[in-house]
Structure formats: structure tokens, C-alpha cells
């Protein structure tokens, strides 16, 4: 499943589709070079959860907690993961958590994952540097992430 996005305002309506057929312990991957917009996304995704406080980058703190939603929203980045700091977070305890989980670099911490998640990546499809378009390819692993997948799809036409 693929999608072609234009513009970051329609990135985060990305998000609101996703946010809004969440479910809690939903477990949502997000890969993508620097700059691709997963953040962006995240946005939208949190807004819609009725967050009020911007959603920002996690890079330097691995998880920023935002529990005044809808649902609970653990908002994850692992670019700058180093050796000894998984141990220093609870992902698991997160997982169970009844709230959405949003991860940034998942592939830093592939093993440690579930094998049930719903994966979104992002890519530039031209070379311009200040191209606002992006191609977003979904892969849901499970059923239930097939299932909120196709909700999404519902959701964001
Ligand atoms: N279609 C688009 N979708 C998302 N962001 C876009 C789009 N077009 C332009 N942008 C811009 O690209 C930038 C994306 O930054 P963002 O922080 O979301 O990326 P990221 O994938 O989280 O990067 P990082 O790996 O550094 O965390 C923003 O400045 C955003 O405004
Ligand atoms: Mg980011």
C-alpha cells in the first residue's frame, strides 16, 4: 500500500487519519531518512489526539510522554541511542501501556520490537532539497494492524 503526499499540512492529516482509528497498545513505526517528515506526522497524529502542547522531537530525550488525549501518546526517537540507553527505558512497560506508541529509527532497536506493527516509510521521490512531496509505503504485520490499516485508508481518502 502506497501514497503519495504533497505538502507537510497534508502529512499531518496523515496523522489525524491515523490517530483517530488508533486503538490503545498500537504500535506505529516510522522510517525515513532526516528531514523525511516523521515528526511532521506525529504532529498531526497527536494533535488529533487532542494534545494540546506541541508535539516536538524526542531526539534527545528517546521518549516524551503525552498522556492528556484521547489515548496516551509515547512518542519515541532513537537516532541518538546509545549502547547502555535502551536498558534505561521500559519499552515493554510502554507496549502495555493502553496508549499509541510512535517510534522514530525503530531499526535501531529492531530486536527489541514486537513482530506486529504497522510500518510507515517515507521517502523524497525527487532530488529538489525543499520538495514538499513524499511517497509513504505502508507494511501492516498482523491482522490487526490490516485492519487499521485499511481503517486508515477510510479515514484519509
Ligand atoms: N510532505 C511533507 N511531509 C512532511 N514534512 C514535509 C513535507 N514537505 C516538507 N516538509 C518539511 O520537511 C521537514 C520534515 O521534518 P521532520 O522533523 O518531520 O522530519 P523527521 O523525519 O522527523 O526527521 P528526523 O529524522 O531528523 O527526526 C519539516 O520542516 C517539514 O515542514
Ligand atoms: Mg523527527
Do not use: C
Not at 20 to 40: E, R
Not at 76 to 81: A, I, K, Q
Not at 88 to 98: P, V
Amino acid at each position: 500500500m502506497k501514497l503519495e503526499i504533497n505538502s507537510s499540512q497534508q502529512m499531518q492529516k496523515l496523522g489525524q487519519a491515523i490517530a483517530d482509528t488508533a486503538k490503545g497498545n498500537d504500535l506505529l513505526l516510522l522510517n525515513g531518512d532526516l528531514g523525511a517528515g516523521k515528526t511532521t506526522l506525529t504532529q498531526g497524529l497527536g494533535r488529533a489526539l487532542g494534545i494540546r502542547r506541541p508535539v516536538k522531537s524526542p531526539t534527545f530525550t528517546i521518549v516524551r510522554e503525552y498522556r492528556e488525549g484521547k489515548l496516551p501518546l509515547f512518542h519515541m526517537d532513537f537516532y541518538r541511542l546509545e549502547n547502555d540507553d535502551l536498558s534505561s527505558i521500559d519499552l515493554s512497560e510502554y507496549l502495555t501501556a493502553s496508549g499509541i506508541v510512535v517510534i522514530e529509527w525503530p531499526e535501531l532497536i529492531i530486536n527489541d520490537l514486537p513482530d506486529e506493527y504497522l510500518e510507515l516509510k517515507i521517502t523524497r521521490i525527487d532530488n529538489e532539497w525543499d520538495s514538499t512531496t513524499r511517497r509513504v509505503e505502508f507494511i501492516a504485520k498482523g491482522e490487526r494492524n490490516e485492519a487499521w490499516l485499511s481503517k486508515i485508508m477510510k479515514e484519509f481518502e
